[in-house]
């Protein structure tokens, strides 16, 4: 696995009050600080969106086609175990000439899943005969990514306390209160699948469709710890 940690301290907003308010301000010796810690990590899942798009003048036999085509995708993904399969977004809408309706078009998807990646790309060379590829993309799993996160809070954590030990020895005090404390991380939802170009469909066999080459690159995970301390004894 692909780990570069790199490591952000700042310090900021010194707000100290002369030594005349001192004795009206409780908090003379406040000082805003930051810490930031981050890690490349391999990403270990992959998500694809296939589709099936068609359209007829008669709406029933062009929903029945779709249907039929998506039902055979389905059956052909559910006997690859190591994939996770949903269906997606389904769409029927007319084409108009003019103010008239011409003909119907229908979409219907299918999202695969996996940290897998072969098992994953031979199966979609296997449904590119008759779906097309609507867009690929590359996350690390929630897992992974939970712990991740819990060493770089650990990190981020102690870089602010030494940062904070740092400011206090710095300015003479002889210690320091945290008054206030956030911890933050780029942990939020995997990306939808990025849109790309779609392979138009082929005649030949599923058999006979190359499985696609797949590099799932690396992404970078960050936590920030912002706070406040308050140095004792100036």
Known sequence: MNKTISVLCVATAFAFTSLAQAHEDPETGRVSL???????I?????????????EDANPARLADSVNKLVADAVKIARTETKVKMKTGRYQTFPVYDKTRIVRWRARSELQLESTEFKSLSDLIGRLQSTMKLGGVDFSVSPEV??????????????EFKRKADLVAQGFGARGYKVKEASVNSDGGAPPMPRPMMAYAK???TADAVQA???EA???????SVNGTILLEGL
């Open 145 to 158: 990514r939970k712990q991740i996160e819990d060493d770089l809070t650990a990190s981020a954590i102690a």
């Open 217 to 223: 690159g690396t992404s970078r995970i960050n936590v």
């Open 42 to 54: 391999d990403n270990d899942t992959m998500r694809v969106v296939l589709f099936v798009e068609d």
């Open 34 to 40: 930051q810490a930031q810690t981050s890690m490349e």
């Open 212 to 214: 696609p080459t797949v």
């Open 202 to 204: 082929s005649a030949v």
